[in-house]
């Protein structure tokens, strides 16, 4: 399984972008799919997930109510829609997809077993 993360940019405080997060096989309907950012000198932080079956979404408290996640199957594709989007949100983004994660794990980096390649988001002030 290969992931394909895209869409990150420089962009203003306040404005949006969206980052998609493709898969090279029909996976988004039975993996869990996790969006994770890293930005320099921190760890890897969670920022949302959508499950597999349920399609329940779970997100950070840094970005609930600004940032959605959402996935369309049939594109094989995962989507993190960003709205009035803050400096502190400046990261590289990375998607993740893992088959058997259970939901008290849904939030932790490790738990995930395939990762994108990162997009860079940079929000300026």
Not at 47 to 64: E, F, L, M, P
Not at 68 to 92: G, H
Not at 114 to 119: I, K, S
Request: charged residues 15%; aromatic residues 12%.
């Amino acid at each position: 399984v290969q992931l394909q993360a895209c869409g990150g940019g420089l962009v203003q405080a306040g404005d949006s972008l969206r980052l998609s997060c493709a898969a090279s096989a029909r996976i988004f309907s039975t993996y869990t799919v996790g969006w994770f950012r890293q930005s320099p000198g921190k760890e890897r932080e969670f920022v949302a997930a959508i499950r597999r079956n349920s399609g329940h979404t779970y997100y950070a408290d840094s970005v609930k109510g600004r940032f959605t996640i959402s996935k369309d199957n049939a594109k094989n594709t995962v989507y993190l829609q960003m709205v009035s989007l803050k400096p502190e949100d400046t990261a590289v983004y990375y998607c993740a997809a893992s088959y058997g994660i259970i939901l008290s794990q849904i939030r932790i980096a490790q738990q995930y077993n395939y990762w994108g390649q990162g997009t860079q988001v940079t929000v300026s002030s």
